[in-house]
T-cell receptor, first 113, second 113 residues
Framework: AQTVTQSQPEMSVQEAETVTLSCTYD???????LFWYKQPPSRQMILVIR??????QNATENRFSVNFQKAAKSFSLKISDSQLGDAAMYFC??????????FGTGTRLKVLA | SQTIHQWPATLVQPVGSPLSLECTVE??????LYWYRQAAGRGLQLLFY??????ISSEVPQNLSASRPQDRQFILSSKKLLLSDSGFYLC????????????FGDGTRLSIL
């Protein structure tokens, strides 16, 4: 069965600095999709970035980028130039295209002014 | 543009009472629809998904049921709530041919007394 592991329950970063959130997953599939979602205190789930497993190039969205290591089954999120508004829970999610997202347990990111 | 509405935002119910949470999507046809539950400090767990009217797939055995009476309407129900049903419930949708990315509603916080 597929699993998603986020080993960092909480992380802190100084404003304007860079932080990396870790995510590992386990699957026997060769084609799948990975996502990072942000959940601010409002509890809304916001898609931050996505990566297709067949793409070798790491996805980038403005200040957010991923380091996708398919062989190592690792999918980390890097946030550059951290802002106060980045403070939230971040969830890593996996989808093999079978309508079943599998979420990690989340990492709470604190941004220090 | 597509929007997803979920209500109520907050609900307090006594043990043994019935439940009905509603989710509607606008701006798209024949979406895939999903119900998730998020327990305190945990990731999201997929409860139900639907790829069409009247088509419901259940992911975990539980005290809840789901129905899709109309194309863009998804309802989560229970005949008798248990204390363990407390949590944060999120509805999501994705386009017909793909299960990703999923777009989430604002959620319902359900407290059982």
């Amino acid at each position: 069965a597929q699993t998603v592991t986020q080993s960092q329950p909480e992380m802190s970063v100084q404003e304007a600095e860079t932080v990396t959130l870790s995510c590992t997953y386990d699957t026997s599939e060769s084609d799948y999709y990975l996502f990072w979602y942000k959940q601010p205190p409002s509890r809304q789930m916001i898609l931050v970035i996505r990566q297709e497993a067949y793409k070798q190039q790491n996805a980038t969205e403005n200040r957010f980028s991923v380091n996708f290591q398919k062989a190592a089954k690792s999918f980390s999120l890097k946030i550059s130039d951290s802002q106060l508004g980045d403070a939230a829970m971040y969830f890593c999610a996996y989808d093999s295209g079978t309508y079943k997202y599998i979420f990690g347990t989340g990492t709470r990111l604190k941004v220090l002014a | 543009s597509q929007t997803i509405h979920q209500w109520p935002a907050t609900l307090v119910q006594p043990v043994g009472s019935p439940l009905s949470l509603e989710c509607t999507v606008e701006g798209t046809s024949n979406p895939n629809l999903y119900w998730y539950r998020q327990a305190a400090g945990r990731g999201l767990q997929l409860l139900f998904y639907s790829v069409g009217i009247g088509q419901i797939s259940s992911e975990v055995p539980q005290n809840l049921s789901a129905s899709r009476p109309q194309d863009r309407q998804f309802i989560l129900s229970s005949k008798k709530l248990l204390l363990s049903d407390s949590g944060f419930y999120l509805c999501a949708w994705s386009v017909t041919t793909w299960s990703w990315p999923q777009h989430f509603g604002d959620g319902t916080r359900l407290s059982i007394l």
